[in-house]
Every structure is written in C-alpha cells, then in structure tokens.
C-alpha cells in the first residue's frame, strides 16, 4: 500500500504571506504516461473536501491561481502565494496511483 | 451545475443495518464513477470504494472489502452504501463524491456530497 505523509501537520500563516505544504509518498506516483498521480484538496471548517490540484499541478476549475503544485515521483508541494483569510482549513494530498489514499491532513490557520 | 445530495444524519445501534444515498444531478450519473470516502477524527479520510452507475461495476478497498456493500440505481440517479450489522467503530462522515478517470487526465473526486454523519451508539 502507498501511504502519504504530510509535513507541516499544523501551519499558522500570516494573510499576504507565502505558504508552503509537502507531501511525499512512499511510492513514486509518476505514472508510465509521464503524469504523476497526486491531487490535493482542502477541506473548509464545516464543509466537504474540494479539489484544488489534480494531476500534481494541474488547477482544478475555479481554482484560484494564487495555489499551485509541484513535485514529482515521492515529493510533492502545494504552495499558496499569498494566504487569504478564506484560505484556512484543512489541507489533504491524495494518491490516485494504487486505488487512493490520503495524507493525514495539515491545518492551515490564521495567526 | 452537478450536486450530489446525501440522506442525512443517521444515530443506530450496534447491530442495526442501514443503507444511506447519494443522489446526483446535474450531469450523466451512468457515465462517472461514485465513490465513497469515510472520515473520523483518528484516521482521516479513508477511501471506501467506487462504483460505476452505467454497469454496476463495483471496487472497494479491501480495508472495507466485506464489512459495506455499495450499490446503485440508475435509474434514479442514486447510489448507495450499506452496512448489514454496524459496529461502534462505525460512527463516521461518509461523502461520496463523483470520481474523474483517464490516464491523460489523471482520477480525482472532483464534486463531493455534503455528508452523512453516521452514529452508531448503544
């Protein structure tokens, strides 16, 4: 089984300030198609997941571009340029390689 | 725009049965796959299993293989998930959430229900 590790578990961020989640794998999820099979969502206070990033960098529609992800094989990044206060909640990178599991999660709140 | 529509919260007792839905609209429910994602506060977001509307297709993850069955009914656009004995361990939100395939586009969950919190409790 692919199990996925999320550093920061916790991250206080400053509104305007740059942000910065890992998440690595203890697979590679680059796919023999040339595509690596990770995606990130957040989940809002009291809401359902969302999909931000799928594909490993790909923005899902609606997304906006202030967030953006990285990586490839076991490292894997999602960066916010500028948090805004609608940006907390939880934060979750998913495989999708081996059927799908997910990252423990890393709390994003406000300072 | 497509929604997923739980049925809502659901308190049982251990050895109970239950079956709870998800209805779609908005979009061709026999052409995405459902799945189902439990969450808890000690593991997180676990996935469950999916199904495929059109032709009943059905994978679970065999950390639910045999303990859920998950079903559907086309015809009105609904899929299910059941538990013929559930056990305290049981208590959980359960989404479902419509599943993107493709090998150029990657598999995602890309619209999700609001959830269903199930309580089992004596």
């Known amino acids: 089984d692919i199990v996925m590790t999320q550093s920061p578990l916790s991250l206080p961020v400053t509104p305007g300030e740059p942000a910065s989640i890992s998440c690595r794998s203890s697979?590679?999820?680059?796919?023999?198609?040339?595509?690596?099979?990770l995606d990130w969502y957040l989940q809002k206070p009291g809401q359902s997941p969302q999909l931000l990033i799928y594909?490993?960098?790909i923005r899902a529609s609606g997304v906006p571009d202030r967030f953006s992800g990285s990586g490839s094989g076991t490292d894997f990044t999602l960066k916010i340029s500028r948090v805004e206060a609608e940006d907390v909640g939880v934060y979750y990178c998913m495989q999708a390689l081996q059927t799908f599991t997910f990252g423990p999660g890393t709390r994003v709140e406000i300072k | 725009d497509v929604q997923l529509l739980q049925s809502g919260a659901e308190v049982k007792k251990p050895g109970e049965s239950l079956k709870i839905s998800c209805k779609d609209s908005?979009?061709?429910?026999?052409?995405?796959?459902i799945g189902w994602v439990r969450q808890t506060p000690g593991k997180g977001l676990e996935y469950m299993g999916i199904i495929y509307p059109g032709d009943s297709d059905t994978r679970y993850s065999p950390s639910f293989q045999g303990q859920v069955t998950i079903s559907a009914d086309k015809s009105i656009s609904t899929a299910y998930l059941q538990w013929s004995s559930l056990k305290a361990s049981d208590t959980a939100m359960y989404y479902c959430?419509?599943?993107?395939?493709?090998?150029?586009?990657?598999?995602?969950?890309?619209?999700w229900g609001q959830g269903a919190l199930v309580t089992v409790t004596s």
């Open positions: 697979q590679s999820l680059l796919d023999k198609s040339g595509y690596n099979f």
């Open positions: 908005g979009y061709n429910f026999t052409n995405y796959w």
């Open positions: 594909l490993g960098s």
């Open positions: 959430a419509r599943l993107v395939v493709g090998p150029t586009v990657g598999y995602y969950f890309d619209f």
